[in-house]
T-cell receptor
């Protein structure tokens, strides 16, 4: 089966610039997650969608991060403006509704802010 | 919220030996404990999981144990092979919640 697709794979931007990441979950997966994985650490949940609604965005720095999943399928995560400490891998994951633990991850987008 | 601690942060073993990674969790309501393997530059992949009504689960060379009273769980890899070299993450998820809380990861290196 097709997995979770993410793009781009890599992105280098200067601080204060904007960047957007895209995620296409596994077909039929109602739940979509965005994680931030800083080098040497485990993934940290930023936001969780159930269809097109936000379930949990308590860890999302809302002053600079935003995310949407307008049609309940694809999702975009945006950072504006970026800071040096935003350098990380941004992972998208999806799961069937009610089975959040069995999440399938995308390859991630490695963001470097210089 | 849930806090998961993982030890050790790095682990080097000789090929054929066993590797053990231990995790503790804080939320007694957690009832599902998956383990993910992440090879360099690749996505985390679920390798095994255990639910709170089970004390141990095996899948070929890997096994997980869970002690709910002590709130800790462990991953055991036997007869390690070079392809087992990766970063391993434990995670916990409370009942009625879908948010995975990850440990910081263990970098396992299997020496040939």
């Amino acid at each position: 089966e097709a997995g979770v697709a993410q793009s781009p794979r890599y992105k280098i931007i200067e601080k204060r610039q904007s960047v957007a990441f895209w995620c296409n979950p596994i077909s039929g997966h109602a739940t979509l997650y965005w994680y931030q994985q800083i080098l040497g650490q485990g993934p940290k949940l930023l936001i969780q969608f159930q269809n097109n609604g936000v379930v949990d965005d308590s860890q999302l720095p809302k002053d600079r991060f935003s995310a949407e999943r307008l049609k309940g399928v694809d999702s975009t995560l945006k950072i504006q403006p970026a800071k040096l400490e935003d350098s990380a891998v941004y992972l998208c994951a999806s799961s069937l509704e009610g089975q959040g633990a069995r999440s399938f991850f995308g390859q991630g987008t490695r963001l470097t802010v210089v | 919220g849930e806090n998961v601690e993982q030890h050790p942060s790095t682990l080097s073993v000789q090929e054929g030996d066993s590797a053990v990674i231990k995790c503790t969790y804080s939320d007694s309501a957690s009832n599902y404990f998956p383990w993910y393997k992440q090879e360099l530059g690749k996505r985390p992949q679920l390798i095994i999981d255990i639910r709170s009504n089970v004390g141990e689960k095996k899948d070929q060379r890997i096994a997980v144990t869970l002690n709910k009273t002590a709130k800790h769980f462990s991953l055991h890899i036997t007869e390690t092979q070079p392809e087992d070299s990766a970063v391993y993450f434990c995670a916990a998820i409370p009942v009625n919640d879908y948010k995975l809380s990850f440990g910081a990861g263990t970098t396992v290196t299997v020496r040939a």
